[in-house]
């Protein structure tokens, strides 16, 4: 029996094998648990989770990378969760990773999100959602009360531009959204734009997207539509020099203070682009690593130091700009059990 001492907080089971039908029985005795993470564990049947319901104080669920038992693509174990009573608990944060969820159990990860009114951070990465299940979660969220929702890695395609959209306009709680590496593409990035107007979304994260050539307009509409949006990850697309141009043309005195825009295929001829859209948009932070500037565009962008956190070449250390918002659960209140 894990818990006996009620001082502890957190529980996290690392590199597991549960055996038999295993149950969370156990810390259920702990009424002072507010975090569980499961990572890496295997044997894990539906029998495990009918105990979280009665686990009241916790606050924070973290499942990823787990080897469940019950079937290949989990979307049973995403029910098995929904029934054994997460959907009505107080969670104010919920992380599952690695589940691979058929569109079917998206109507229920929706669920799991609307009824937890206390929720405030949503991690769904590395679910392979596809267009139909990003589809099916993005109508099915409204008027919840998550603040940052990470939909990273999922392959939904150009097609979940206009159901971004729909998710964000309907969920004016939501500030912070990470969609990188999910092949959204221009033509994604084209309706999540005509989608929007005026959110509240303050970061996007929409790198390794496949964005551009020919993205810039489009990226600078996104930008002058949702004045609220102040950071931007551009970082590992398409886009090249004449993406800049069009960006810095038609972006003027926006709020954007932090915009990353490495790797890349910006070329030397953007350099009095980039200058432009530093001092015409009072940037405070850009990173241009990993592109083929040259000499004399680093040149003209060096003036620009003074008032930009400017990253130009990769032997330059990066700014911090996307900080996790990951929970650190190693305090002295913490168990871990790794049987790795």
Do not use: W
Request: negative net charge.
């Amino acid at each position: 029996m894990l818990c006996t001492n009620t001082t502890i907080t957190s529980i996290r089971l690392l590199n597991c094998v549960l055996e038999g039908d295993c149950e969370i029985t156990d810390l259920n005795q702990n009424m002072c648990l507010h975090r569980l993470h499961i990572l890496k564990s295997k044997n894990i049947t539906s029998s495990f989770y009918p105990g979280l319901k009665s686990m009241c104080g916790l606050v924070e669920l973290y499942i990823s990378g787990v080897y469940l038992s019950l079937n290949i693509y989990s979307s049973d174990s995403i029910s098995s969760l929904y029934y054994a009573g997460i959907g009505c608990m107080n969670l104010q944060s919920l992380t599952l990773c690695g589940f691979i969820i058929a569109p079917e159990a998206a109507e229920i990860l929706a669920k799991l999100v609307t009824n937890n009114q206390s929720l405030h951070y949503a991690d769904f990465d590395l679910n392979k959602l596809g267009s139909d299940g990003i589809r099916i979660l993005c109508r099915s969220i409204k008027n919840c009360s998550l603040e940052e929702l990470s939909l990273s890695c999922n392959s939904i395609g150009p097609e979940a531009g206009q159901y971004l959209a729909h998710l964000i306009n309907n969920n004016s709680s939501i500030q912070k959204i990470l969609l990188d590496d999910n092949e959204l593409g221009s033509e994604g990035i084209v309706a999540l734009t005509k989608g929007i107007c005026n959110c509240c979304v303050k970061l996007m994260d929409i790198s390794g997207n496949d964005i551009g050539p020919g993205a810039g307009a489009a990226l600078a509409e996104l930008i002058n539509n949702n004045q609220s949006m102040n950071v931007i990850n551009l970082s590992d697309n398409q886009l090249n020099s004449d993406d800049i141009i069009a960006l810095s043309t038609n972006l003027k005195g926006c709020s954007m203070e932090n915009i990353d825009l490495s790797l890349n295929h910006i070329s030397s001829d953007a350099g009095e682009a980039l200058v432009d859209l530093i001092t015409n948009n009072k940037i405070k932070c850009m990173d241009l690593g990993g592109n083929a500037l040259g000499s004399q565009c680093t040149g003209k962008l060096e003036a620009c130091r003074q008032n930009c956190d400017l990253t130009i070449d990769d032997s330059e250390s990066k700014p911090d700009s996307f900080v996790s918002s990951d929970s650190d659960s190693s305090d002295s209140d913490t168990i871990e059990v790794d049987e790795q």
